[in-house]
């Protein structure tokens, strides 16, 4: 059974491309609108920015900086923070990148790596005040709101998985791995084209699932849509109180789509995303929860 539901789910789809390639066509230029427009331009240059900060060494010095923050949060080391910074402010998939880029270097531990990655890869500033504050709820002020509910239920979420799972492991800088020092110029040849494959991995998944959430003749419901594909079911809403909670919900999960681009970036140091599923799950609630009460009096 376990075999056959994919097969049958892969027929299907291959049936639906082939009595509706116009819908399909269409999707496909569309993906490719929304990666030049949105995704190309926000994702990109912050790869490139994180990854010049990772090989330069600034992850230390947010550890020393972070460090009174985090510990008493979630019980983890500063360094840790960097991870949660990239993913409140570059966006999906920046966090999930920047963690798995730390286990890699040997600056934190497995188990760090796979909890971090339960509350730091989060929905950034510009797509939730831009394209759903302003352009899908018609209000600016409501984009603002959600950023503050999204991060209070990533921070509420992070701090819940902490304390429920005690084990860190050992940190791996200065036992297994020795981290060599990087020139700048070799940092930044690096970090771009390193920044070029993972935007175009991502730009991949993005018209992949915007083809797949238009193959069926009839629209989705936007529970299902909400969690294969978090751009379309946005759109997806209308302005109002319910719009506002479900596009909180809907952004705090990300969809199939985002959690595919986090796996796809985070494979190759072989991270398990046991937490992630836990805490995203948890971080949709919550922030469901907070967007209903803060929006009782709108």
């Given amino acids: 059974m376990k075999k056959f539901l994919p097969v049958l789910a892969i027929l299907t789809a291959a049936i639906l491309l082939l009595l509706r390639p116009q819908e399909a066509a269409d999707a496909v230029r569309d993906g490719l609108t929304l990666c030049g427009r949105t995704v190309i331009p926000s994702l990109f240059p912050f790869f490139v920015v994180i990854s010049l900060l990772l090989q330069l060494g600034a992850a230390e010095a947010l550890g020393s900086l972070f460090g009174p923050v985090m510990r008493p949060l979630f019980r983890m080391r500063g360094v840790c923070a960097l991870p949660l ?106 970090s771009v084209s390193g920044a070029v494959a993972s935007t175009l991995n991502i730009c991949a998944f993005v018209v992949f699932f915007q083809v797949l959430a238009a193959l069926p003749p009839a629209p989705l419901p936007l529970p299902v849509l909400g969690g294969l594909e978090m751009v379309g079911a946005a759109a997806a809403l209308a302005p109002g109180r319910m719009g506002f909670i479900a596009a909180a919900a809907i952004v705090g999960w990300g969809g199939l789509s985002v959690h595919c681009q986090a796996m796809s970036l985070t494979a190759p140091e072989g991270l398990s995303f046991r937490w992630h599923w836990v805490g995203k799950g948890m971080q949709a609630a919550l922030s469901a929860l907070l967007a209903a009460g803060i929006s009782q009096n709108l």
């Fill in 85 to 190: 910074l990239a993913g409140l402010l570059g966006g999906y998939p920046s966090g999930a990148k920047t963690a798995a880029g730390l286990y890699g270097q040997g600056r934190i531990s497995r188990q760090e790596a796979e909890l971090l990655l339960g509350f730091c890869d989060n929905c950034g500033p510009a797509f939730l005040m831009g394209y759903v504050g302003a352009g899908i709820l018609k209000d600016p002020g409501a984009g603002i709101r959600l950023y503050l509910v999204h991060i209070l239920a990533a921070l509420l979420t992070g701090a819940a998985l902490c304390r429920l799972i005690k084990d860190r492991g050992l940190a791996l800088t200065g036992k297994s791995l020795l981290i060599k020092a990087v020139s700048f110029p070799q940092a930044m040849t690096s």
